[in-house]
Structure formats: structure tokens, C-alpha cells
């Protein structure tokens, strides 16, 4: 009875490391996928911005339209990322 009390006591162990590992290294390559979709975003927001009339620039800086555009994009990737590592780790 002690060996059968110690093998199952060592495979809900390892099974717990196994999946604390495996959602941990699948969390951290979904931060780099979100990370790198919103680098992507933020790049083609700003390429769209420097396509404006300097009069549109000088307004967006003045009401620092910039800064909240790149508050959102924070938001965003903030959320998606607490997603995904829910999708990964297993908690809906």
C-alpha cells in the first residue's frame, strides 16, 4: 500500500511540474506572438500618422492623440496576452 501511496504521490507531482512547465513555456511564446502582432500594429499606425499634413501632426500632439493610441495598444495587448495564457494554462 505505501508504494502504491508513493507512485501515485510521484505522478500527481511530476504531472503538476509537466503542466506548470508546459503552460508556462507556451505563455511565454504567446507573449512573444502578441508582442510582436502589436509591434506590428503600433508600426502601421505610425506609418499611417506620418502620411499627414503637418497641421493634422501638429493637432494630434497637441491633444497627445499618440499617447493614447499607444495606451490602448497596451490595453489590448495586455488583454490578449492574460488570454491566451488562460487558453494555454487551461482556465477558461
Known amino acids: 500500500m505505501p508504494a502504491l501511496l508513493a507512485w501515485f ?7 503538476l511540474i509537466m503542466r506548470l512547465l508546459v503552460g508556462a513555456g507556451l505563455s511565454v511564446l504567446s507573449f512573444y506572438f502578441v508582442n510582436d502582432l502589436m509591434n506590428t500594429a503600433e508600426e502601421m499606425i505610425k506609418n499611417s500618422i506620418l502620411g499627414l499634413p503637418t497641421v493634422a501632426l501638429g493637432f494630434i500632439r497637441l491633444y497627445q492623440i499618440d499617447r493614447c493610441i499607444s495606451v490602448i495598444l497596451s490595453a489590448l495587448s495586455l488583454a490578449a496576452y492574460i488570454k491566451t495564457a488562460k487558453v494555454f494554462i487551461g482556465r477558461n
Open 9 to 15: 504521490a510521484g505522478y500527481l507531482i511530476s504531472s
